[in-house]
């Protein structure tokens, strides 16, 4: 999200950790160093948290918990059908979006579940976004830019 983040108030070890894990960018507290009002005293280089930085990738082998919430997902291409789409997504109920590829595997986007649920759950939902696209994805892409910018045009 590029969001620059300080966690205060780190006291120990494992809120240091923690804060680490979670991705903080920084962090400040009683454990990195305690206030001081003298300039001098303050540390230029905080070796303690190297060390327990350093500990801590030694003792752990796995993969960082982030990894646990990673979707990996399969690819379409951008001229691939619309029932590629509807395969992968009624496949695996825990794939929530469908990565969208140019032939040279350049990213163009994404199909999220959510952007089709309203033609997948109608009744005759998959038949109205096959004749929508022709079957294409490069055409559903082009429709849902123009519904986007004339929602955007339409708000002001």
Known sequence: MGIFTIAEGVECEEGYLECKKLGCNMVQGYFVQKPTQNVCEILSSYEHLKTVSF???RKSNKNSDIV?????SHPVFIDSSINEVYEMLRA????HFVPVLERDFTPIGVIKDTDIKTYIYSNYGKALLYNLTKGV??????????????????RF
């Open 55 to 57: 500990q801590d990738k």
């Open 68 to 72: 646990k919430y990673l979707q990996k």
């Open 92 to 95: 695996d109920k825990t794939v």
């Open 137 to 154: 994805l490069r055409l559903l892409f082009h429709r849902v830019e123009e519904q986007i910018l004339t929602i955007r045009l339409r």
